[in-house]
């Protein structure tokens, strides 16, 4: 295996974020569940945004924000996800690429917009978001260049692309080119509600594809569906070869073979939105692995841009996180 | 004259805000200066986003601020401005109206697209703002509805808008219908280079035509092109019937006939981005007015709205300013 010019190759839903405040009365109005994420149409978009407060506008997609992280950490990285030609589409693509992420797949020229996110921040900090894919409904194995997955080290994915029939035919055909390169595969499950959806392909691509599997306890209890946290890591131990696994201010537990370290969150002074906490956990576990750091290593890492990014509004980190550690 | 249904009609360029962090090196290097702003086309826009790091997008515009300040302490607000119907024209749309400001402009089917303002935040906490100007020029007469107008108790217009010939006409049309209903007209002059393009004409509106001037000290400054305070103080005092002058950390002067009043700067733990500072001064200080409050206590109610503001990053308040005073 020759040396990698990317630390880490993305693929994602490319998506813009719109953040706005809301109380735990809008939520129950519009019968929304607090934490989770659920897809919506082009209609329920409008009608959503009609009702929501006025807005920040910020990049975002879980990967998207994986990428930001790894950038801001130092790490080279580059970014597969399908926005469409236009206004927010450019946003995503520019802010992507002044960060230093390779970012080349080309945008759609018709079809429909730019995904966007509508997330509503509670005053507990807690984020509900709301996902109009849109444009990433367009990506597909064409996007994939072989030759380029081949010059990254690690290869990392969301679950939700599952929910894209063509976007998860593009995500095997870039598994398959990095495992033929001798790189490795990571994979995040998203969202306990994603997990619900795909379980049986989450579990059997742990099983036979994939090297680091990054999940939140809620994640990692329903892939296997048990109820106790000690269940799900015993599950989990038995079938991945690395897993991470967060669990917000209890910290994070990383398993690889029979070794088992718990590395406790990092203090926050205040909790201002927790979108990207999971997204950046990974950028910091996957930088300190490409690093060849040892896995409590890794962990510390992610917790550190965790708690960066849970500090402010918005996904991504503000501070260069290459300071923080 | 009859009860007001709005306590004020806003005319301004209606701006999405691009706002990223630079260093003074990266001023130094694009020839800008710091704390001004500048018009730029189509293609310097897209030559200076592209230099520019990762940003955050948030409805601005002088006056959409303003307007923003006024529903945020409670008062009853109507904006006039145009965007074009594209994404960011949605997003300026939406962020109005879901405070509950009355905008009702016919957005742009055709034409340049809706206008940005790139700035450029130094770790001075000063903003450099980069403005394409897009469909603010096609605001025209037209889209003042004069008896919308005459609902308004204030009319408030940007200086900038001199900067789009048509809209310079709409404000013009705007001003007669107010004087007409027996309604006050109110100006702020924008920004000291503004001052320098328009000079003649603003001296002569403010002796003429406006009962109220918003400056900062620069701009007063400019406009008699005097180099003490106190000349632009006295100067302002012999042609305006109601002025107030914002002075950054040392608060304000207002002035009414013989009347003066002097209020200090309220206390900011830490200033993050000054952008909106003197836009909030004025919703503040429009707001007191409206409600017949005396003039220091209009002046404080200004400070209270740009402390707010110039503590998080974006030029529209973030806590409703209607629990601040």
Redesign the interface.
């Known amino acids: 295996m020759s040396s990698a010019k990317y630390d880490v190759l993305g693929i994602g839903n490319a998506i813009v974020d719109?953040i706005?405040r809301a109380d735990d009365g809008f939520l129950g109005k519009h019968k929304l569940v607090k934490g989770s994420m659920r897809l919506i149409d082009e209609g329920e978009a409008e009608r959503l945004?009609?009702a929501?407060?006025?807005?920040?506008?910020?990049?975002g997609g879980s990967c998207g924000n994986t990428m930001?992280g790894i950038a801001s950490f130092g790490g080279r990285g580059a970014y597969v996800g399908k926005v469409r030609r236009?206004?927010?589409g450019d946003?995503f693509a520019?802010?992507?690429r002044?960060?230093g992420v390779d970012f080349r797949t080309p945008a759609a020229t018709d079809g429909p917009?730019?995904a966007r996110c509508l997330i509503l921040v509670t005053p507990d900090a807690q984020r509900t978001m709301n996902t109009y894919l849109g444009a990433c409904t367009r990506l597909g194995p064409d996007d994939i260049d072989v030759g380029q997955v081949a010059e990254a080290g690690t290869v990392y994915v969301e679950g939700y692309l599952w929910d894209a029939p063509a976007a998860k035919q593009a995500v095997l055909k870039a598994m398959d080119a990095a495992r033929a390169a001798g790189r490795k595969v990571s994979i995040t499950l998203s969202d306990s509600f994603c997990v619900d959806r795909y379980r049986d392909e989450f579990r059997q691509l742990i099983r036979e594809r994939v090297d680091i599997v990054f999940a939140n306890e809620d994640e990692a209890k329903a892939l296997y569906q048990v109820s106790s946290f000690e269940d799900a890591l015993a599950a989990m131990r038995a079938e991945a070869k690395v897993a991470a696994i967060t669990r917000s201010e209890k910290g994070s537990v990383a398993l690889r073979g029979g070794e088992t370290v718990a590395v406790p969150a990092q203090p926050v002074a205040r909790v201002v939105d927790t979108t990207g906490a999971g997204d950046l956990y990974a950028s910091g576990f996957l930088f300190g692995l490409a690093r060849g750091k040892p896995l409590a290593e890794c962990a510390r890492l992610g917790g550190i841009a965790a708690a960066e990014v849970i500090s402010h509004v918005?996904a991504?980190p503000e501070r260069p996180l290459s300071e923080l550690v």
Chains 1, 2 share one sequence.
């Open positions: 719109v706005a945004y009609g929501m407060g006025a807005g920040v506008e910020i990049s930001a236009d206004q927010l946003v520019h802010d992507l002044a960060i917009a730019t918005g991504r």
